[in-house]
């Protein structure tokens, strides 16, 4: 009988301590959870810096490191000190009436030199009114009546020029500035009263005029040999839509889609994003992934869960970056096979040992009837950055492939903050009308050309200048 007992209590106890260390396992993966969580900031995630709230830490550490040269203008760096020009615009003369040493009075004929001070500044912003008179003809031979021609823009009896529609587009557009307050903005510069619903009028009219340098600019992006994908949430009349963006060093080409995967159709050269899977999909083209990311990711890694091999993994592409920038800088062509060679065995060695402390972990609980066990960030990160080492590594191998998505996500930047400013678009038009804009904007900005220029420009005549 006491057997018997005794037999029970130790299956009871066994029982117990296996529910216990059960549910240990449980709470230490929660633990794990909610302390990444916490960990998780815009340094070190893809996180938002405007999610990091009001108790941020003292100094969220960058992932630049020092380059060990002295702050400010390097040598050789050509400045842009105000300098005064030989024909300035008005000159004003003064002159000395006593001698300051005797005071006797001065004479015309005693100036022996002149000191020159320059003073830039904006004149007084007016409104240039001009008047097209379109010249009447009556016929001496049969009394026929012929009227001369107005220009083809010139269509009210009254209207705004080029130039006003241009200054309300740019502060709209460009600066991102609210319908109304850009009427505000044009009373007190030009003291010209307009209302917001006729700035509106004249976004969705300079829209429909660019809508051909547009197309152009997203067919010369999708042609070139490397080019910047991304994508954002964008509200549109209370429902999430999403812009995309596919852009240059010299090109910008945004694109308003009801849903996240409408890719662009790009079907050459080599398409650099942030492993956002649905890129994956797109036929014809190489990838190149954002290390920018990667390095976020593995700052995680080291500064929560601590994991070794992310260290080195963060070291390894950090020093690869600056190899490949001394050999640019060197005006070689590519790094050497030999270079090449041992940055991959150096890739692969640190990934197998990312492959060898996961697998050493005890795996993660299952937490949902369907699906596969989870795994921890760390585990799919050295997955992924196994399983797509080319992509990774393109950079190190074509010099014209960038390290980072870092161009893309600049261009989307602005976009963020339109939305910040007026909160959402009321129609997906409207939105499709300032897609159109502001990639023209951006387009001639990155081309350095002026912008009210280029907004008063005639179609034909930006395509001529994206042609050559």
């Not at 964008?234 to 596919?246: D, E, K, P």
């Not at 697998?359 to 937490?367: D, F, G, N, S």
Request: aromatic share 6%; net charge positive; charged share 25%.
């Amino acid at each position: 009988m006491d057997a018997t007992v005794t037999a029970l209590t130790i299956d009871k106890l066994y029982a117990l301590i296996k529910t216990q260390a059960a549910t240990i396992l449980r709470l230490e993966q929660e633990v794990a959870e909610l302390k990444r969580q916490l960990g998780l900031n815009s340094g070190n995630s893809g996180k938002p810096p405007s999610s990091d709230g009001l108790k941020k830490p003292a100094r969220v550490k960058s992932l630049r490191e020092r380059s060990g040269k002295p702050s400010g203008g390097q040598p050789g760096h050509r400045g842009e000190t105000l300098r005064q020009i030989e024909n300035p615009d008005i000159i004003k003369q003064h002159k000395a009436w006593n001698c300051a040493h005797c005071r006797k009075k001065l004479t015309e004929a005693m100036v022996t030199g002149v000191m020159k001070r320059q003073v830039f500044d904006i004149p007084e912003p007016c409104l240039e009114v001009t008047e097209h008179q379109a010249s009447i003809y009556t016929c001496i031979y049969c009394n026929g009546i012929t009227k001369a021609a107005f220009p083809e823009d010139v269509i009210s009896a009254a209207q705004y020029g080029p130039g006003v529609r241009a200054v309300a587009v740019y502060l709209n557009c460009g600066q991102l500035i609210p319908e109304d307050r850009v009427a505000e903005t044009m009373g007190d510069l030009f003291n010209v009263n307009l209302c917001p619903a006729t700035i509106a009028v004249m976004g969705v009219k300079k829209a429909a005029e660019l809508k051909p340098v547009g197309d152009t600019i997203a067919a010369q992006v999708a042609a070139a040999p490397v080019k910047h994908l991304d994508e954002t949430g964008f509200r549109i009349g209370r429902r999430t839509q999403w812009l995309h963006v596919a852009s240059t060093p010299g090109l910008t080409s945004y694109r308003v889609a009801a849903k996240r995967n409408s890719l662009p159709a790009i079907t050459t050269g080599i398409v650099t994003h942030d492993h956002w899977q649905p890129y994956f999909t797109m036929s014809g083209v190489q990838h190149a992934l954002c290390n920018a990311h990667h390095l976020r990711e593995l700052k995680a890694l080291i500064e929560i869960e601590q994991e070794p091999w992310a260290t080195r993994m963060y070291a390894f592409l950090r020093k690869a970056c600056r190899t490949v920038h001394r050999a640019w800088e060197r005006d070689a062509e590519a790094l050497s096979v030999s270079t090449q060679r041992r940055l991959r065995r150096l890739y692969d060695k640190i990934i197998a040992t990312g492959l060898a402390f996961h697998q050493r972990k005890p795996p993660l609980l299952k937490t949902g009837v369907r699906g596969r066990r989870p795994r921890r960030a760390g585990y799919n990160l050295v997955l992924r950055l196994r399983d797509y080492k080319d992509d990774v590594l393109r950079f190190a191998e074509d010099f014209s492939v960038p390290f980072t998505n870092n161009q893309a996500e600049r261009d989307l930047r602005m976009m963020k903050i339109k939305q910040k400013i007026s909160g959402c678009f009321r129609s997906y038009a409207g939105a499709e009308n300032f897609a159109i804009l502001r990639g023209v904007i951006s387009t001639a900005r990155k081309q350095s050309w002026n912008i009210l220029d280029t907004l008063v420009k005639s179609p034909a005549e930006l395509l001529f200048r994206l042609s050559g």
